[in-house]
């Protein structure tokens, strides 16, 4: 297979597939890239994933989310079918996904299946028409209803024999998990700064119980202690140092990422970190490679504009979503700006503030709906949160695309208990001070958002991404500035 002939069918800058093919090929066996959203980073990188299929090397991609993991299986049909090679790939998600007897008001945990009898669990056989490469995640569930066969256990034993593994990420992360997967060669995770908190948690109220339960039998317990045992199991399996927050009345497994880095290195030959949001590069390379010896390959272009989406930040003096300057005048500033952009720019229009509280003040001043949910979004103005539903990777259409998309601040997220023990474990781990780990781990969760939320816009039809913080000044995003 020619991968260069392949990566023309998709219209990818050939700079950047030379970059990143060369940062692919590295000896070294930790390789981290960025490249900017919609770069076609993904691509290259299945691309990839293919041809080492022909060598007889198995590779797992681990994505974010379960979309993702729909999408990866839309694009390696789609690169099978330009290079006319064949090699099996199999996905793999969590129950929740893909459970054909899930309990009746809730998600399905990891005793369910034993603690609801389910007639499935012993069918875990194989199938005879299981697809080379399924079409989707709902495909699978198909083939199990017809079959009579777990979806889940279906997936996990056609994985063994998978050339490409496309698995969430939470397969990465737990050695079960990843042990189901069978020996993979290389392991390459998409979106990688999701690895950049690696936190377990459970309140104390069910630690408590689930230690009691966890001496009683399954079948005398009620589906909702199940599901407390569960999560103890869970909690106490995994690894990493245990922090008691009294005051939260919860406690914290904390996993420093290059301690999971290191042991996935024992097993895989490779590991390929990839994000649009590896920023700064400094502190993902103490994050994720302190002590090894890592390719570190950046493609220019963190936050960038594209034919269809124009990015402006916005300054208007003091006009901030600070907290400490959160006052009713403030969010009367905002209103005000946000109609002078609708009227200059046009709707349907997506504002999204950097909290529910901050949402409905803008929502009583300029009468928009606050939506949680895009499904429930009606009318072409609509406020959601940074952060929530409206900022994943999803298409909103109010009507039509998005003409503009209004960002009423910075991202930052609140320096709660659990992000402060988080750092105090990573700063002990890495040798390094806490109080410049936490500045640089929080503005790097900022980008990401900042860099999530933007992705809303300029999707199918030309929009307008504007970014309202006069914070934003003194950021060096490279982005356009209008000071009002
Ligand atoms: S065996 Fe499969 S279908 Fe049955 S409860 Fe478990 S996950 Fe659901």
Redesign the pocket.
């Given at each position: 297979m020619n991968i260069q002939e392949v990566l023309r069918g998709f219209s990818i800058d050939e700079n950047v597939v030379a970059r990143i093919l060369n940062a692919l090929d590295s000896e070294k066996r930790l390789v981290m890239i960025r490249a900017p959203a919609g770069s076609g980073k993904t691509t290259i990188v299945l691309c990839r994933a293919v041809e080492l299929a022909q060598r007889g090397l198995r590779t797992g991609v681990f994505f974010r989310t379960i979309s993702q993991v729909d999408y990866a299986l839309g694009l390696i049909r789609r690169i099978l079918r330009i290079s006319n090679v064949s090699v099996k790939v199999v996905p793999v998600v969590g129950?929740v996904r893909?459970?054909?007897?899930?309990p009746p008001d809730s998600d399905?945990f990891p005793k369910?299946?034993d603690y609801?009898k389910?007639?499935?669990?012993s069918?875990?056989k194989r199938v005879r028409e299981f697809p080379s490469v399924p079409e989707s995640l709902e495909q699978l569930m198909n083939i199990?209803r017809s079959n009579g066969v777990?979806?889940?256990?279906l997936s996990l034993s056609e994985a063994e024999k998978a050339d490409i593994v496309i698995a969430t990420q939470a397969f990465f992360i737990n050695d079960k998990l990843m042990e189901m997967l069978g020996k993979l060669d290389i392991a390459v995770v998409d979106e990688a700064h999701g690895l950049m908190h690696l936190i377990t948690e459970i309140s104390e109220e069910e630690y408590r119980r689930g230690r009691e339960l966890s001496s009683m039998r399954l079948e005398d317990m009620s589906i909702e202690d199940a599901g407390i045992l569960s999560r103890y199991e869970d909690y106490v399996d995994t690894d990493g140092d245990e922090v008691v927050l009294r005051g939260e009345g919860k406690r914290l497994k904390v996993v420093p990422p290059i301690r999971l880095i290191r042991k996935r290195l024992e097993s895989v030959k490779k590991i390929i970190l990839v994000s649009a949001t590896i920023y700064p590069t400094g502190l993902f390379g103490l994050l994720f490679a302190r002590g090894i010896d890592a390719e570190i390959e950046v493609i220019p272009g963190l936050i960038r504009e594209t034919e269809k989406r124009k990015i402006l930040g916005v300054v208007v003096e003091d006009l901030s979503s600070k907290r400490e300057l959160r006052t009713p005048r403030q969010y009367d500033r905002y209103a005000y700006v946000i109609r002078k952009l609708i009227e200059r720019i046009g709707k349907p229009a997506l504002i999204l503030a950097p909290g529910y509280e901050f949402a409905q003040e803008l929502s009583k001043r300029l009468g928009f709906p606050v939506c949680r949910d895009p499904r429930e979004a009606r009318g072409d103005a609509v406020i959601g949160v940074l952060r929530g539903r409206f900022s994943e990777g999803i298409e909103v259409d109010l009507g039509a695309p998005l003409r503009l998309l209004v960002i009423t601040g910075l991202p930052y997220r609140p320096r709660s208990p659990e992000f402060l023990s988080m750092v105090k474990v990573y700063a002990r781990e890495y040798g390094v001070d806490f109080y410049e780990l936490a500045r640089a781990i929080e503005e790097s969760d900022m980008i990401s958002a900042l860099i999530q939320a933007l992705g809303r816009v300029g999707r199918r039809e030309k929009g307008v991404g504007v970014i309202l913080d006069s914070r934003i000044r003194k950021k060096n995003f490279g982005m356009k500035l209008v000071i009002i």
């Open positions: 129950k893909l459970c054909l007897n899930p399905p369910w299946c609801s389910c007639p499935l669990r069918r875990r199990g777990c979806p889940y256990y």
